[in-house]
């Protein structure tokens, strides 16, 4: 039987969990204190997630920069790929909050969207 030994990252808790697996198949989850923990421990050995987070530029607008993140979470081993398709993004200002800066980012099916706003620069 092979142990898998995490920090649960569900809550701000950190709980240490344990996962069991027999023949890749989860055994047992044992450790953590909440739900979330069960539920990150079993998707952490199975399908590995994370939300990426990163900025872009910003042409005529107040701010030079606007930070994004991704809609949903995207496999970890497409992280890379994800930032890699951010590097040379520069979008219009006015920029609102939820506004769709690359669609479908390394074929995820998720969205990369902004995560706050940026008004248009007065001339």
Known sequence: ??????????CPMGCPV??????????SVTGYTC?????????????PTRIVTSTVKVAGGTA????VKTRDDVPKGKIFECVQALKGVTI????????VVVANVAG???DIIATKGVEAASA
């Open 1 to 10: 039987m092979e142990k898998r030994e995490l920090i649960c990252i569900g």
């Open 18 to 27: 344990t996962v069991e697996l027999d023949g890749g198949e989860i055994a």
């Open 35 to 47: 739900k979330r923990g069960d539920v990150y421990a079993r998707k952490e050995v199975t399908n």
């Open 64 to 67: 030079d920069m606007v930070s």
């Open 92 to 99: 219009q200002a006015p920029v609102h909050i939820g506004d």
């Open 108 to 110: 995820t099916g998720v």
